[in-house]
């Protein structure tokens, strides 16, 4: 009996770990997704550095960097999150929230081709503003015709979901480049991904770039 009481003390925070704070994954290739993306990100990052995800939907990938040990903040313009344990604030997709210099990554995962181009320069110089060091920034980088035709479809169906009738734009990686420099950053990495590193039946270019924010 004793011994039954000492195991179900044991594994208490474990199960309540999985009941209430875990990542609710939707599928196993979503946390293949959440993994491949803070696997890019982590070697740019001491074990206990500050991350904000910026346009954070579920969590998932905060979720994984918080597994590694960085203390991580969620912010989103909708709240969709499936990862309980990590805190969030809703923004309003223009002004982040947070003081000058209050983070040492912020990232940017598939959320910039949502912004309006000309909001664009905008939400970055807020993102540099917040960062101490890196942005961290994954995006589509069409190639070809099917990448900008299934972009366009993928624009349009979030704009729908949303109700918004604003813009939307994907950029290529010479063309986010452009951007980045123009904004003073400083691109330490630029990477093309595989075009099989998600899931399999979305076979499109996508690039993750690291900038340095200037001291
Ligand atoms: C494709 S999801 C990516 C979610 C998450 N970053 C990931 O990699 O799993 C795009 C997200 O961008 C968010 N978003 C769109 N416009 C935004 C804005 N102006 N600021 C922040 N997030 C925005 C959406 O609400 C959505 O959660």
Redesign the pocket.
């Known amino acids: 009996m004793d011994a039954a009481r000492a195991s179900c003390r044991r594994l208490a925070p474990t199960l309540l770990y999985a009941v209430c704070m875990a990542p609710r994954y939707a599928s196993r290739i979503v946390r293949r ?2 993994r491949h ?1 803070a696997g890019l990100a982590a070697p740019f990052l001491s074990p206990s550095a500050t991350v904000l ?9 905060g979720a994984e960097l918080a597994e590694l040990g960085a203390t991580v903040m969620l ?4 709240d ?1 999150r499936r990862c309980p344990s990590l805190p969030f604030q809703l ?1 309003d ?2 002004h982040l929230p947070y003081a000058t210099h209050a983070f040492d990554m912020v ?5 910039l081709h ?2 309006p181009n000309e ?1 664009k320069a905008a ?1 970055l110089g807020e993102a540099a503003r917040v960062s101490r060091r890196w942005l961290f920034i ?1 995006e589509d980088t069409p190639r070809n015709a099917l990448d900008r035709l299934m972009g366009d479809r ?1 624009g349009r169906r ?1 704009r729908a979901k ?1 109700g918004s009738s604003a813009s939307f734009g994907f950029l290529t990686s010479g063309e986010w480049e452009w951007l980045f420099r123009g904004l003073g950053l400083v691109i330490r990495n630029v990477r093309a991904l595989g075009r099989f590193c998600r899931a399999p039946w979305q076979p499109y270019a996508r690039s993750a770039f690291v900038l340095e924010v200037p001291a």
Request: charged share 20%; hydrophobic share 50%.
């Open positions: 997704e959440a993306a995800d910026v346009g954070c939907g579920e969590g998932y990938v912010t989103d313009i909708v969709v923004y997709g223009r990232m940017l995962n598939f959320v949502h912004v909001d939400l994954l993928h979030f949303i």
